[in-house]
C-alpha cells in the first residue's frame, strides 16, 4: 500500500523483525505488572482528615488546672477517635477540646482558643507544634509555681503543658530517655548535696555545743531539708531555686555553681 508524503522527510529508521519482539516483550511487561499491582492486597488506613465526620462516642480525658491567676479551677477535656479499629494500623488522635469553669473571667478567649485547637486537631497532620507555640506564651503581669515548683509562664502556657502531656499518653509524643550515665550524674549530684547538708548541720551543731548550748536541739523541723532531699527525688529543697532548663525549683548552690537537681544542669561562675 503507498503512501502519499507530503511534509519533508527530516529522518528515517527501518523496524526490524527485532524491534518488533522488543516492542511486544516490553507490552507483556506491562501488562504483567500491572495485572500483579491489582493482585496485591490493599491496606486502607485512614488518616486523621478535616472531612472525617464526628463518630457518636469520642474517648476522652480531662484535667484539672488550678491556678493562683484564677479564682474557679478549670477542667480541659480532650476527646480523641480512634482510627482503623481493630487492625495493625489502629491510633488515637485528638479530635476536639473544651474548658470549663465557673469563672466567667476568660470565656471569649477561653471559647476563641478551644475552636481554634479543636480545628487544628481535625485538620490531621502534625499537631505536636501547638504544644512549643502554647508554652512560649507569657503573661505581662507574671506567671506562677504550680505543684512540684514547675514554673509556669501564664495560664496558657499551662494548658499547652495538659496537651503535652495528654499527646504524650496516645503516643503522638515522647519523652527524650536519660541515658545511664546522665542518671547516675544526677543521682551522685544529689547524693553529694545531701552530705554537704548534713556535714554542715552537724558543723552548726557541734559549734552550739561547744559555746555552752546557746542553740536548741535539732528537731524534725530543723531536718526539714534534709527530708525532702533525700525522699523519692520528687521533691527538692525548700531553699532551691528556678532551673531555666527544665523549669522545675532544683536549683542549688554546690561548691560554687548553680546544679540542678532534676536535670543535671550545671553552670559555674
Known sequence: MAVRIDKKIKGYAVLTPEDKAKEAALKAESVSRAQVEAELPKADVIQMHERIERPEVLIGSTYKIKSPLVEHAMYVTINDIVLNAGTDHEHRRPFEVFINSKSMDHFQWIVALTR?????????????????????????????????????????????????????????????????????????????????????????????????????????????????????????????????KCSTKALVLMDGCATCLNCGYSKCG
Not at 141 to 167: N, Q, R, T, W
Not at 191 to 218: I, L
Open 116 to 244: 481554634i485547637m479543636s480545628a487544628v486537631f481535625r485538620k490531621g497532620g502534625d499537631v505536636t507544634f501547638l504544644v512549643e507555640e502554647m508554652k512560649a506564651v507569657f503573661d505581662p503581669k507574671g506567671g506562677y509555681f504550680k505543684a512540684g515548683g514547675v514554673y509556669m509562664p501564664s495560664l496558657v502556657a499551662e494548658l499547652g503543658m495538659i496537651i503535652e502531656d495528654h499527646l504524650k499518653s496516645i503516643g503522638m509524643m515522647h519523652d527524650p530517655e536519660m541515658s545511664e550515665h546522665q542518671r547516675a550524674l544526677i543521682a551522685e549530684k544529689r547524693r553529694a548535696y545531701e552530705t554537704q547538708q548534713r556535714s554542715k548541720k552537724n558543723s552548726d551543731v557541734g559549734s552550739a555545743g561547744e559555746m555552752g548550748g546557746a542553740m536548741a536541739p535539732s528537731t524534725t523541723a530543723d531536718h526539714a531539708e534534709d527530708i525532702e532531699v533525700t525522699g523519692d527525688g520528687a521533691s527538692f529543697p525548700p531553699t532551691a531555686t528556678m532551673c531555666h
